[in-house]
């Protein structure tokens, strides 16, 4: 299985800061690379899909980037909403993983 | 508009079965491939597999073979996700997601709202 591993778990920041999330996978999966946001109680959001791709509906202060085994979620200006937990997903091969998440808190 | 509609929060003892339904509407529902996700409370999301709703062909993670079925009713544009021998361990919220494109493992793009599954003598 292909392991997906976060940094940082928990990131304490302020509206307007730059927040950058890292993602590594233990083999290449080319961009095979999906972020989503989830806040308490409600189903994940996809934000980015194939590592760079904005999904639809999903501000521009979110980008994506990185192939291979290296990947980042940034988040160009922090809004009060997107304080919430972030996970990668990987879906290059079966069985699709997740990294542990990256709870994105308030400073 | 795309809707993922799950049924209704569970509470099962140890041994037993749960089956959670998942029906979908907004869009052609045997053009796009539904996978099951479950998470722990306070965890992160595990995956558990996948359906085709066209011909219903499945894929489960490794972790999970012989105890979850999964199935789908064309007539009601409804997915199944059934595990048996439930254990404590089993309790979580479980998804249901739908991929974003129409090949199989491409992102998800749509999620039901969630089933609370509680395992407890």
């Known amino acids: 299985d292909i392991q997906m591993t976060q940094s940082p778990s928990s990131l304490s920041a302020s509206v307007g800061d730059r927040v950058t999330i890292a993602c590594r996978a233990s083999?290449?999966?080319?961009?095979?690379l999906n972020w989503y946001q989830q806040k308490p109680g409600k189903a994940p959001k996809l934000l980015i899909y194939a590592a760079s791709s904005l999904q639809s509906g999903v501000p521009s202060r979110f980008s994506g980037s990185g192939s291979g085994t290296d990947f980042t979620l940034t988040i160009s200006s922090l809004q009060p909403e997107d304080f919430a937990t972030y996970y990668c997903?990987?879906?290059?091969?079966?069985?699709?993983?997740f990294g542990q998440g990256t709870r994105l808190e308030i400073k | 508009q795309v809707q993922l509609v799950q049924s209704g929060a569970e509470v099962k003892k140890p041994g037993a079965s749960v089956k959670v339904s998942c029906k979908a509407s907004g869009y052609t529902f045997t053009n796009y491939y539904m996978h099951w996700v479950r998470q722990a409370p306070g965890q992160g999301l595990e995956w558990m597999g996948i359906?085709?709703?066209?011909?219903?062909?499945?894929s489960y993670a490794q972790k999970f073979q012989g105890r979850v079925t999964m199935t789908r009713d064309t007539s009601t544009s409804t997915i199944y996700m059934e595990l048996s021998s439930l254990r404590s361990e089993d309790t979580a919220v479980y998804y249901c997601?739908?991929?974003?494109?129409?090949?199989?493992?491409?992102?998800?793009?749509?999620w039901g709202q969630g089933t609370l599954v509680s395992v407890s003598s």
């Open positions: 083999q290449s999966i080319s961009r095979y």
């Open positions: 359906i085709n709703p066209s011909g219903g062909s499945t």
């Open positions: 997903q990987q879906s290059s091969s079966t069985p699709i993983t």
């Open positions: 997601a739908r991929v974003r494109d129409r090949s199989a493992y491409t992102p998800f793009d749509y």
